[in-house]
């Protein structure tokens, strides 16, 4: 199958927009918050931004050569690469992996859908008890959870059934300015709060006293799961790439923005938060049942801010968690209908009805069926153990060793400088990061997540 059979991005803007929207979604606006607010803020985000551009970029960068050069999906691309070596159930593990996250996703994206109706119904007006109340009553319920995972399965299907220039690249286009712009506009709002300066100060004034062993792996770790390594996700919009994209520029233009984004949603949470006197480490209840109370709280004297507040605050949610399950949709619609030589149409219904299982069996077993249990865990805990513990920090592992030590170093450097046309100033350094920094990096990561450090 050919370049052109296959699609591609049309323009630079649309690569960006959309990898970057692959790597944005929950974990900027929920996850990196609340480590924040865990990990003593502003030391944290220093700490984050380091791991970002030692070990995020080189490994994206590694991604991005792999799926360029293959210009194929993931499994296939790693085929290519290693001369035909059994390198690709690294790319087949990465796209098992985003079939497997996409199937959960979907069912915290359901809940954001959910709270989103729930906002413009003005059903989350209420103290924290009756917003606690209402989180556990849907949850926990055998149906509208189950119809929210599947309506947003199928409405990310409705994108990518679409290709990648008509489909992934036009809606990035459209929902990466808008996500922007609602987390600007809730960010305003929250940082013109009585008391906001002090939730300004815990992300800008770093208190290096605060940091531990914890605080640098959290850091690590957050870095890491943020770009979408282990996916097979960056190799495969790789594969959409021109010959004349810049992989470097592309990589830090990315991590850029995405690190920005995280840094706006922590100005969107933390000024609210401190304004009301709550701190936002509360894990994965924060935005389904704290944040709900702290727009309750924060905008008492003026309901109908704090009503506007809120809907965009879902609205926002909704719209990080969708430029995700696109891409990793993607990457199992990709090697479907690539290796069994079917239409993208059929390869896309096929990754959708497989995602559609995953997503039913995730929602009940949150409180609806009682024996969906996993060793006294939900599935939905297990299915988020089993790729965000094992198989994406294994995955990733065997990329750098794959891309640092295995591939000729004049085959990286052809890819990493387009054979010959980009500057190879940083290929040195790029190379030692990927061959030692990352493994290393991800190594510690595996290991802390494990318990063993």
């Given at each position: 199958?050919?370049?052109?059979?296959?699609?591609?991005?049309?323009?630079?803007?649309?690569?960006?927009?959309?990898?970057?929207?692959?790597?944005?979604?929950?974990?900027?606006?929920?996850?990196?918050?609340?480590?924040?607010?865990?990990?003593?803020?502003?030391?944290?985000?220093?700490?984050?931004?380091?791991?970002?551009?030692?070990?995020?970029?080189?490994?994206?960068?590694?991604?991005?050569?792999?799926?360029?050069?293959?210009?194929?999906?993931?499994?296939?691309?790693?085929?290519?690469?290693?001369?035909?070596?059994?390198?690709?159930?690294?790319?087949?593990?990465?796209?098992?992996?985003?079939?497997?996250?996409?199937?959960?996703?979907?069912?915290?994206?359901?809940?954001?859908?959910?709270?989103?109706?729930?906002?413009?119904?003005?059903?989350?007006?209420?103290?924290?008890?009756?917003?606690?109340?209402?989180?556990?009553?849907?949850?926990?319920?055998?149906?509208?959870?189950?119809?929210?995972?599947?309506?947003?399965?199928?409405?990310?299907?409705?994108?990518?059934?679409?290709?990648?220039?008509?489909?992934?690249?036009?809606?990035?286009?459209?929902?990466?300015?808008?996500?922007?712009?609602?987390?600007?506009?809730?960010?305003?709002?929250?940082?013109?709060?009585?008391?906001?300066?002090?939730?300004?100060?815990?992300?800008?004034?770093?208190?290096?006293?605060?940091?531990?062993?914890?605080?640098?792996?959290?850091?690590?770790?957050?870095?890491?799961?943020?770009?979408?390594?282990?996916?097979?996700?960056?190799?495969?919009?790789?594969?959409?790439?021109?010959?004349?994209?810049?992989?470097?520029?592309?990589?830090?233009?990315?991590?850029?923005?995405?690190?920005?984004?995280?840094?706006?949603?922590?100005?969107?949470?933390?000024?609210?938060?401190?304004?009301?006197?709550?701190?936002?480490?509360?894990?994965?209840?924060?935005?389904?049942?704290?944040?709900?109370?702290?727009?309750?709280?924060?905008?008492?004297?003026?309901?109908?801010?704090?009503?506007?507040?809120?809907?965009?605050?879902?609205?926002?949610?909704?719209?990080?968690?969708?430029?995700?399950?696109?891409?990793m949709h993607e990457i199992g619609t990709a090697m479907i209908?690539?290796?069994?030589?079917?239409?993208?149409?059929?390869?896309?219904?096929?990754?959708?009805?497989?995602?559609?299982?995953?997503?039913?069996?995730?929602?009940?077993?949150?409180?609806?069926?009682?024996?969906?249990?996993?060793?006294?865990?939900?599935?939905?805990?297990?299915?988020?153990?089993?790729?965000?513990?094992?198989?994406?920090?294994?995955?990733?592992?065997?990329?750098?060793?794959?891309?640092?030590?295995?591939?000729?170093?004049?085959?990286?450097?052809?890819?990493?400088?387009?054979?010959?046309?980009?500057?190879?100033?940083?290929?040195?350094?790029?190379?030692?990061?990927?061959?030692?920094?990352?493994?290393?990096?991800?190594?510690?990561?595996?290991?802390?997540?494990?318990?063993?450090?």
């Amino acid at each position: 199958m050919s370049k052109s059979e296959r699609g591609s991005f049309g323009t630079k803007i649309g690569v960006i927009l959309a990898t970057a929207g692959s790597a944005v979604g929950l974990g900027n606006i929920w996850r990196f918050p609340y480590l924040t607010g865990k990990d003593g803020g502003a030391a944290f985000l220093v700490i984050y931004l380091v791991c970002v551009f030692a070990l995020g970029i080189p490994g994206m960068i590694g991604e991005f050569i792999i799926g360029r050069h293959g210009g194929s999906n993931a499994a296939r691309a790693y085929y290519k690469m290693s001369g035909g070596k059994p390198w690709w159930i690294v790319g087949a593990v990465g796209a098992l992996t985003s079939t497997i996250i996409l199937g959960f996703y979907a069912v915290v994206a359901g809940w954001c859908l959910q709270y989103l109706y729930a906002s413009v119904a003005g059903q989350l007006i209420g103290d924290a008890h009756y917003v606690e109340t209402y989180f556990q009553e849907f949850s926990t319920d055998p149906v509208k959870p189950v119809l929210c995972t599947l309506g947003f399965i199928l409405l990310t299907h409705a994108v990518v059934v679409n290709g990648v220039r008509n489909g992934i690249e036009k809606v990035s286009n459209l929902l990466m300015p808008t996500l922007f712009v609602l987390l600007i506009i809730i960010a305003v709002a929250s940082c013109m709060l009585p008391g906001a300066s002090e939730g300004i100060s815990f992300l800008f004034k770093p208190d290096f006293s605060k940091v531990d062993k914890d605080v640098m792996l959290d850091a690590l770790g957050q870095a890491f799961f943020s770009l979408s390594m282990g996916t097979s996700c960056l190799c495969t919009y790789a594969s959409y790439f021109s010959r004349q994209t810049n992989l470097g520029k592309s990589a830090v233009q990315i991590a850029v923005l995405d690190t920005l984004i995280a840094i706006i949603a922590g100005l969107m949470i933390f000024p609210a938060a401190f304004s009301v006197g709550v701190k936002p480490d509360s894990g994965p209840s924060l935005i389904f049942i704290t944040l709900p109370s702290v727009f309750n709280q924060a905008f008492a004297s003026m309901p109908a801010v704090g009503y506007v507040m809120s809907l965009l605050f879902y609205a926002l949610l909704s719209l990080a968690a969708l430029t995700s399950t696109i891409s990793m949709h993607e990457i199992g619609t990709a090697m479907i209908y690539e290796e069994l030589h079917i239409t993208r149409k059929s390869g896309a219904w096929i990754q959708t009805g497989v995602c559609c299982a995953i997503g039913v069996v995730c929602t009940l077993s949150c409180g609806a069926v009682d024996w969906l249990v996993i060793g006294g865990k939900s599935v939905l805990d297990c299915c988020d153990y089993l790729t965000g513990q094992l198989l994406m920090p294994i995955s990733s592992f065997l990329t750098c060793l794959f891309v640092g030590w295995y591939v000729p170093s004049k085959l990286v450097r052809d890819e990493f400088t387009n054979h010959g046309t980009v500057s190879a100033f940083f290929f040195r350094a790029f190379l030692f990061c990927v061959r030692f920094v990352c493994p290393v990096g991800i190594a510690i990561i595996f290991l802390h997540q494990l318990g063993v450090i």
